[in-house]
C-alpha cells in the first residue's frame, strides 16, 4: 500500500514540468500584486482551507528569508465571519462575502479547489471579478467550473485529492519562494537608494 501511495505521488509530480510556465507566470503575477501595494486573499474548503492558512502564513512571517510581511489573508479562519455569514447569507456566500468587502481593484484571489466545483469558491472569484481583482484558480481534476472562470488556472489532473494537495501544496511553496525573493531583491534595491 506504501509504495502505491508513492508512485501515485510520482506519477502527479512527474506532470508538474509541463505546468512550469503558468506556474512560473501565475506566482511572479501574485508578486506583482504585491509590489503594486495589492494584497493577496485565500480560499478554499477543507484541506484547501488549510493550504489557504498555510500560504497566508508564509506571506506574513517568511518562508526563506528575513524580509517584511506581505499582505495575505486567508478568508477560512475567522470563526466569526465563518458562522454569521453562513448563519445569514448561506455557506455559498461564505467567501464572496468576504471578498466583497476586503478586495480591491488590484488585489488577488486563489481559489484551491480540488473539484474545481466547490460554489463557493466560483462565487468568491465571481466577486473577486467584478471587483477587478486578479484570479488564480489552484484546481485538480479537470479543473471543474473553475477553470473557465478564473483569470489563470493551475490545474493538476489526477483523480485522487490526496495527491492534488500534495501537489498544490508545493506549488504554493514555489510561489511563496518566487514572491520572497522577487520581492526582497526589490525590497533591497529601495534601501539602497
Known amino acids: 500500500m506504501y509504495l502505491t501511495a508513492l508512485q501515485e505521488h510520482l506519477d502527479c509530480f512527474a506532470l508538474l514540468p509541463d505546468l512550469a510556465l503558468p506556474i512560473e507566470t501565475a506566482g511572479r503575477r501574485l508578486a506583482g500584486i504585491i509590489a503594486g501595494g495589492g494584497k493577496l486573499l485565500i480560499c478554499g474548503n477543507g484541506g484547501s482551507a488549510a493550504d489557504a492558512q498555510h500560504f497566508a502564513a508564509e506571506l506574513i512571517g517568511r518562508y526563506e528569508s528575513e524580509r517584511p510581511a506581505f499582505p495575505a489573508i486567508a478568508l477560512t479562519t475567522d470563526t466569526s ?107 533591497e534595491a529601495s534601501m539602497e537608494k
Open 81 to 187: 465571519i465563518l458562522t454569521a455569514v453562513g448563519n445569514d447569507y448561506g455557506f455559498a456566500d461564505l467567501f464572496a462575502r468576504q471578498v466583497q468587502g476586503l478586495g480591491r481593484p488590484g488585489d488577488g484571489l486563489i481559489a484551491i479547489s480540488t473539484s474545481g466545483n466547490s460554489e463557493n469558491v466560483i462565487r468568491a472569484v465571481a466577486m473577486a471579478r467584478q471587483k477587478g481583482m486578479f484570479t488564480i484558480g489552484l484546481l485538480g481534476r479537470d479543473g471543474g467550473k473553475l477553470k473557465e472562470i478564473a483569470d489563470t488556472a493551475v490545474v493538476i489532473t489526477v483523480p485522487k485529492t490526496a495527491r492534488i494537495q500534495e501537489a498544490h501544496i508545493f506549488i504554493l511553496h514555489f510561489w511563496a519562494l518566487l514572491i520572497e525573493q522577487d520581492l526582497k531583491n526589490l525590497f
